[in-house]
Nanobody
């Protein structure tokens, strides 16, 4: 079973950057798409970004929620079984618990469909907290 471990969260001021990491314990890491979602207290889970797998139609393609385009960057290092989420120009509204999720297919996000319950993203890590506050 694939285990995901997120790290890199913290408490920062608006405008600052953070780099989140997601380490996966799986041999065939490149065969999975990885998605970052976030959930703020009292709110539904929000899709943030996805990076496709090797076998996706858009192999290793990246996709972003409109709210983070131009500020966040998702990338992967298949040799190290890691996915990264670079968070630049952080805003107070970016405050949330960030989770990485393993998905066999993530193309549905490109159609605008996303789950709204964290429990629907079953193959996720424990999360890393990002708090943006002045």
């Amino acid at each position: 079973d694939v285990q995901l471990v997120e790290s890199g969260g913290g408490l920062v001021e608006p405008g600052v950057s953070l780099s989140l990491s997601c380490a996966a314990s799986v041999f065939t890491f490149e065969w999975f798409s990885i998605t970052w979602v976030r959930q703020a207290p009292g709110k539904e889970v929000e899709w943030v970004a996805s990076i496709m797998s090797f076998v996706s139609d858009d192999a290793f393609g990246t996709y972003y929620a409109e709210s983070v385009i131009g500020r966040f960057t998702i990338s992967r290092d298949n040799a190290k079984n890691k996915v990264f989420l670079q968070l630049n120009s952080l805003k107070i509204e970016d405050t949330a618990m960030y989770y990485c999720v393993k998905e066999l297919t993530a193309e549905y996000h490109t159609s605008g469909y996303h789950y709204t319950r964290l429990s629907d993203y079953a193959d996720r890590g424990q999360g890393t907290q990002v708090t943006v506050s002045s």
